[in-house]
């Protein structure tokens, strides 16, 4: 039997024993002393030893994680990547030798582009063909799974990767594991556990105590630094601040709120998470180009792509601030935005520095200026909101549905379910979507950070799971959906209790390789011919029918009069405890 056995005397508060008869058991009891809620699963013939493991200690009344059975790798990987979004708790991923780790594809760039600290581990082939020896080779596919470097599958986009190589290490290596994860900048590790490990019988085993072991934090930044930054947004006559995902953190939210009300700055962001209330009226959308052209400070934060330098263009006379947990962006290779004081820090700790040092600074001159700025720019919001307003309902009759009466029916689904948390990977609705839901509360609005699609339903999962209460809704491309293994991830939500509303962008098509194309060829074959290679999804499948396979509620939506009673609809049926897929006929591009 397996459990503790004694805690360390107080001269050493760092570990405790436990008595394990597998290394497997102590690899869980790993996870729950790093408070790991989800295990999220797609077996193998490597991974039984955790699986039982976790039975045995059902059985005995211990605690385990809930585990996540997800078919696809991808559900996997993208629900721990929502989950760790949602409450900043890395999660734990385990799946199947090389071929598992393969699966997990583009979710692996979203979580290292996104900086989610997921701990990843996946079985490694058995090493041995000994008949001693438990866990050794008995199946054709262990010579095959065998790979010259498994790890090397994923080093390019995670922090750290290590084989467990001694059942007694399993404490340690796991506590190093979520170390690593969470510190600054937080992003996916990767260890493999090879199966005659996993069985061994490893006997008395430390578990660490995550308290001795915390994460890294950058904190606040250099002081001088943050207050050039002050001085330099007070003196400004034409600031402006761009963010990614300065909301990743309650901290980041409050803080910009403050610094801009303090100062009347206008934001304008990139969605990532809710950065900034968009009912404000400091709040300017998506579009800098006109900001920017006229600014003589730029303050970014929290943002891999400000801008697109092809497209726009800095005032030469500007001076560019970033303050970013990575701000010269170390893991890309050609990053080469011109930025004359990059500041490595916190934004949720570095913000309120940054207030606090503007408001000792303000003179009268200064608040008369600020107070001018914030009229003005009260003005350009309440016209910026009247003509997304105006340009939704004059489209409100077009059939197909205009993306933008989508996105007003998604508000007012909103307004009357304010708890409502919004998972995004529209693609290239995405931007229409956003300027007309009005998110305003911190924690409502998720996407990925990167650009592997497949990520919206699964990440919904994980949030649904790390928010039990709160309703979710998935607004995903019908080419997202697909990549996203929606037969996989509904039947997770189904069996994991995590039902989530799905809104589907229908516009049959690769819109986001049709808008290069094209933008590059204007009088090519494609244009003249209106024959695009590749791109269309047609005729598109019945998402809708597709829903009930897995339990969940479909409605297919053509009539722009009936999306709001849809949308009501299927979130009635989520509070009840059923997945609604909405398939939503847009026009095609």
């Not at 979203?110 to 008949?131: E, M």
């Not at 340009?391 to 307004?415: D, F, M, T, V």
């Not at 997202?480 to 039947?491: I, K, N, R």
């Not at 939500?493 to 962008?505: E, Q, W």
């Amino acid at each position: 039997m397996s459990g503790q056995r004694a805690e360390i005397s107080s001269g050493e508060r760092t570990v405790t024993w436990i008595q394990a008869a597998e290394t497997a058991e102590a690899y869980v009891e790993a996870l729950i002393a790093q408070q790991v809620s989800c295990l999220f699963l797609n077996p193998g013939t490597d991974t039984f030893p955790i699986q039982e493991a976790v039975a045995k200690r059902q059985a005995l009344g211990r605690p385990v994680p809930k585990v996540v059975l997800c078919p696809f790798e991808i559900t996997a990987l993208a629900g721990a990547h929502g989950y760790y979004a949602a409450t900043g708790r890395p999660q734990a991923v385990l799946v199947h030798v090389d071929v598992g780790t393969q699966n997990l594809g583009s979710m692996l760039h979203n979580a290292q582009r996104g900086r989610a600290a997921v701990v990843i581990s996946a079985g490694r082939a058995p090493y041995t063909i000994d008949r001693e020896v438990r866990g050794a080779r008995d199946s054709y596919i262990h010579w095959l799974q065998e790979q010259m470097d498994q790890h090397g599958i994923v080093r390019n986009y995670t922090k750290w990767d290590y084989e467990l190589r001694r059942p007694d290490q399993v404490g340690e290596v796991i506590v190093r594991a979520f170390q690593i994860a969470a510190s600054d900048p937080p992003g996916p590790v990767y260890l493999t556990l090879p199966r005659e490990v996993l069985m061994a019988s490893p006997g008395d085993v430390r578990i660490y105590r995550p308290e001795r072991f915390p994460p890294a934090r950058i904190g606040a930044g250099d002081p001088e630094a943050l207050h050039e930054v002050a001085r330099l947004l007070v003196q400004a006559e034409r600031p402006v601040v761009l963010t990614g995902s300065s909301g990743r953190t309650r901290g980041g939210f409050e803080g910009l709120l403050r610094l801009a009300e303090l100062l009347a700055l206008p934001v304008a962001e990139w969605r990532d998470r809710v950065n900034f209330p968009a009912d404000h009226p400091l709040y300017q959308g998506y579009a800098a180009d006109a900001l920017l052209r006229s600014a003589d400070v730029v303050l970014i934060l929290d943002h891999d792509v400000p801008y697109i330098p092809t497209r726009t263009s800095v005032a030469p006379e500007a001076t560019v601030v970033q303050v970013d947990l990575d701000p010269v962006k170390e893991r890309v290779p050609l990053w080469t935005f011109p930025v004359d004081l990059p500041v490595r820090a916190d934004t949720a700790r570095a913000l309120d520095v940054i207030a606090g040092y503007a408001g000792e600074l303000l003179t009268d001159a200064d608040r008369r200026r600020v107070e001018s700025r914030r009229v003005e720019l009260a003005t350009s919001y309440a016209r910026l909101r009247d003509e997304w307003n105006r340009s939704a309902l004059e489209q409100a009759s077009a059939r197909p549905i205009a993306p933008e009466w989508l996105g007003y029916c998604l508000e007012q689904l909103r307004r009357k379910a304010p708890e409502l948390i919004f998972v995004v990977e529209a693609v290239t609705n995405g931007a229409t979507i956003a300027r007309q839901v009005q998110v305003a509360e911190f924690g409502t609005w998720f996407q990925s950070g990167g650009s592997g699609l497949g990520w919206g339903i699964g990440a919904a999962v994980g949030i649904k799971l790390a928010h039990p209460d709160r309703p979710v809704a998935a607004v995903v491309g019908d080419g997202s959906f697909l990549f996203g293994a929606p037969v996989a991830t509904l039947w997770t939500a189904l069996t994991s209790g995590a039902p989530v509303l799905v809104v589907i962008c229908n516009n049959a098509c690769y819109n986001a390789t049709k808008q290069p194309l094209i933008a590059a060829y204007p009088e090519g074959y494609s244009v003249r011919l209106d024959r695009y290679v590749g791109i269309d999804l047609e005729p598109a499948p019945r998402y809708d029918i597709l829903a009930a396979s897995v339990g969940a509620y479909g409605e297919r939506v053509e009539d722009p009069a009936e999306i709001l009673p849809a949308l009501e609809r299927g979130l009635a049926r989520v509070r009840d405890g059923q997945s609604a897929v909405l398939d939503v006929i847009l026009a095609h591009p």
